[in-house]
């Protein structure tokens, strides 16, 4: 009987392929293992999905496998069944999906390839990496004879001597002899090589002395004790998952750390997630801590090789903790016991492009297939946390004081802005009572948070004459006002960006105004108002990665009193002497046209509220809109999440949204916006004429444009679906997504499964 296997291969098709194994390649291919293929003409790189005997169908020949390229399959069985239930769950091509999980291809067994006759050519196009040893050239002061090189010798030497030195896999990239090159330079004596680690990891670059566990409280005990409980059952039983719902401050974190040590105790690995790991190397410091260096922290800033170093420590089993944003997920964490996910109900565990999966709801499927535990933590759960709670799939743990004993939750007031005017500096969102709360706490000595979810200096260019507003060619959205660089125009969206015209460009009148606060000019008329104040700013403009870091290291140090910023601000930072915290524009966050726009500004106004009192000073929060009956305001003044929750949830199930129904949102965009309408027309059809959408089972709402009709020149429309039952859903998504195929080429399509941006 010939071996067969089922390959799927990096193109974006649903299906994978079919091939012969050659005898001689029976011991090494495996499930999980990448193979070279045929496909079409060329030869591509492939994840063997499946094994099988047996013969190919009548009148078909199968293509052999022609080479095997990571000596153990690089896909463990538990992870790559995993990425085969994702695949399916989001419509989504097994080919990108398993991309999100592969790492590089190490350099060494390219050669091996090479080396066995494999095209070189190949694997150009896939991301390489040396072993942990990256080896360099540099040419020294010495001069060869004339006439003594020829050839690459003399290129690579050229090369060397205008760049400097440079790694020798870059030279081969250039030059296929590059090493014998550099091996006879070196023995002329015209240049010299070392091979060097990879740059360390900057989240590893300090030590970190080993803390010493804390007692637990009584709270964080029981939910220890529940988490011990589930961890023991591993294996015997099924798994158990977890909402560690806990008010700001509550020692969660303690807890996760308690988590990991008793998965660790008992043999197994453990996967953390957090939103954006550039911005909590606080927490990365507590678990070095506790845990030592053992970890592996992913994340974007990584290079290709550190990237590789890390996976392959996981993958091998000589680091059982992995740390990571949303990607995480796909870390190879060999017997895996515990996932862990910090700010469960932050928007950014979806991936809003590619393959657009939700890292929670995957947290909570890789767990219960691995038989692991998973633990949702959150000061403010999301809507469809609750709802599982509720429905008996989550058990709630509760941690309801914060953990400091003197730490009380901050004193919330509002200030209505229909009623309240500016203060001093005459800017209206900077009221008087924000402008006095502001110099009693700089008084004291006292640290500010300000917060604004507007970027730039001013969010719209008004023409004072017509009323005109500039807006940007390509995206139906107006362009914000730049300070830096001299002063430019910014679309938020598509990122372009020009000077200011003298002239409004409807009217010609010369009377163009910058309207309304962002950032930069909060952080300017603040640092004008309170001049002995050091101010700074955080946002994407001014910080991203380290540098966000390096801004909140110094807020940490005390050598920033006020520091304002965005969205960035509201996170998790532990800053004990913050004791003011301003809620510029509540209303900016709440009236987005998006049935999640309250639970979000809800959980922003609670977690920017948590930065202050985390100590012993009790703290202030002063939320400034123009509403203050709103319900998220309200609740969020009394800090009561279950009330909120408790309102939210009603309100969603009178409108029917989900968590009490599922939603597959089609995006249609095309530059033209007859096709692009016409487009989304024929998927709304074919929804509405499936068996789910004829009974009305499922509903189909739509085409229509969407929100943000324009972006980048393109024309949107969406489809949204909905039904409470998953499986009619999927099935009417099935045929609509079948339908991409008629669709004019021209035409863009996404199969968005719970969909969270709805702009
Ligand atoms: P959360 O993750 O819920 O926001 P943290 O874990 O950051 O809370 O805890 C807040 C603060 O309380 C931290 O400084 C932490 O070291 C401290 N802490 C946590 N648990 C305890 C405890 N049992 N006893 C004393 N301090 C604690
Ligand atoms: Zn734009």
Redesign the pocket.
């Known amino acids: 009987m010939p071996l067969l296997c089922e390959v799927a291969v990096p193109v974006p098709l649903a299906r994978a392929f079919s091939y012969e194994v050659p005898p001689a390649l029976a011991a090494s291919v495996r499930p999980g293992a990448r193979v070279l293929v045929e496909f079409g003409r060329k030869k591509v790189l492939g994840v063997v999905l499946a094994m099988s005997e047996g013969a190919a169908p009548e009148g078909v020949r199968l293509k052999p496998i022609a080479a095997v390229v990571d000596p153990e399959p690089v896909l463990p069985p538990e992870l790559l069944s995993f990425l085969r239930e994702l695949s399916s769950y989001y419509f989504a091509p097994i080919g990108e999906v398993l991309r999100l999980a592969l790492p590089a291809v190490e350099r060494e067994d390219v050669r091996a390839l090479e080396a066995q006759g494999e095209l070189p050519g190949t694997l150009s196009r896939v991301k390489q990496v040396g072993g942990r040893k990256i080896a360099y050239a540099r040419p020294t002061d010495a001069v060869e004879e004339p006439g003594v090189l020829r050839g690459q010798a003399a290129s690579v030497l050229a090369l060397l001597r205008s760049n400097g030195e440079m790694p020798i896999a870059r030279l081969e990239e250039k030059f296929g002899n590059a090493r014998a090159a550099v091996k006879k330079l070196a023995s002329l004596g015209l240049v010299v090589t070392e091979e060097r680690e990879p740059p360390r990891d900057a989240f590893f670059a300090r030590p970190e002395p080993r803390d010493e566990p804390?007692?637990?409280?009584e709270a964080?005990s029981a939910a220890e004790a529940r988490i011990e409980e589930a961890l023991q059952g591993l294996g015997a039983q099924k798994s158990a998952s977890f909402l560690l719902f806990?008010v700001?401050?509550?020692?969660?974190?303690?807890v996760y750390l308690r988590a990991i040590a008793g998965c660790l105790a008992r043999g197994r690995g453990a996967i953390v997630m957090v939103p954006e790991i550039a911005l909590t190397p606080q927490l990365v410091a507590r678990f070095r801590a506790r845990f030592g260096d053992d970890l592996a922290v992913l994340h974007s800033g990584l290079s290709e090789a550190d990237r590789h170093a890390m996976w392959k420590r996981v993958r091998t089993g000589a680091v059982r903790v992995a740390i990571g944003a949303r990607s995480a997920i796909f870390a190879p964490v060999a017997n895996l016991g515990l996932i862990l996910v910090d700010e469960e109900h932050d928007g950014s565990f979806k991936q809003e492009e590619g393959v657009r999966y939700h890292a929670r709801d995957m947290a909570l499927l890789r767990a219960h297939r691995a038989s692991a535990v998973a633990v949702l933590g959150s000061a403010t759960p999301s809507l469809e946390s609750v709802h599982l709670v509720r429905q008996g799939k989550l058990v709630e743990l509760r941690l309801p004081d914060r953990?400091?004993r003197e730490a009380t939750l901050p004193e919330v007031t509002t200030v209505d802005l229909r009623r309240i005017g500016a203060g001093p500096t005459g800017n209206k969102l900077i009221s008087l009572p924000l402008h006095r709360a502001l110099e009693k706490t700089l008084a004291a000595g006292e640290q500010v948070i300000l917060f604004l979810n507007r970027r730039g200096f001013a969010p719209s260019v008004v023409c004072e004459s017509c009323g005109h507003v500039a807006t940007c060619l390509a995206c139906s959205v107006a362009l914000t006002f730049h300070r830096a660089r001299g002063g430019r125009m910014r679309c938020h969206y598509c990122d372009w960006e020009g000077p200011m015209p003298a002239a409004c460009s409807e009217c010609k009148a010369p009377a163009l105004a910058l309207e309304g606060l962002g950032t930069e000019r909060l952080e300017e008329t603040i640092a004008e108002a309170f001049p002995t104040a050091r101010v700074a700013r955080l946002d994407r403009d001014v910080a991203d990665g380290a540098k966000a870091e390096a801004i909140l290291a110094k807020m940490r140090a005390g050598e920033i009193d006020v520091l304002v910023g965005t969205q960035m601000v509201t996170k998790?930072h532990?800053l004990g002497n913050v004791t003011l915290v301003g809620v510029l524009n509540a209303d900016a966050a709440l009236s987005l046209p998006d049935f999640r726009a309250s639970e979000r500004g809800f959980q922003l106004l609670v977690q920017v509220a948590g930065r202050a009192g985390r100590r012993d000073r009790p703290g202030r929060v002063i939320i400034q809109t123009r509403n203050p009956e709103q319900p998220a305001v309200q609740f969020a003044k009394r800090h009561d999440v279950s009330a909120f929750l408790e309102h939210e949830l009603a309100d969603r199930a009178e409108v029917g949204y989900p968590p009490f129904s599922r939603l597959t949102l089609f995006r249609v965009d095309a530059l033209d916006e007859e096709v692009a309408r016409r487009a989304a027309g024929v998927i709304a059809a074919h929804a509405k004429t499936s068996p789910e959408g004829q009974s009305r089972v499922v509903e189909v709402l739509g085409p229509a444009a969407a929100p943000l009709a324009r972006l980048r020149g393109r024309y949107r429309f969406r489809v949204l679906l909905r039904a409470k039952d998953r499986r009619a859903l999927r099935a009417a998504t099935a045929v609509a997504a079948a339908a991409i195929a008629e669709i004019d080429r021209r035409v863009r399509v996404v199969v968005d499964v719970d969909p969270v941006a709805m702009l």
């Open positions: 804390p007692a637990l409280n964080q806990g700001t401050g509550s020692g969660k974190t303690e953990a400091h998790g532990d």
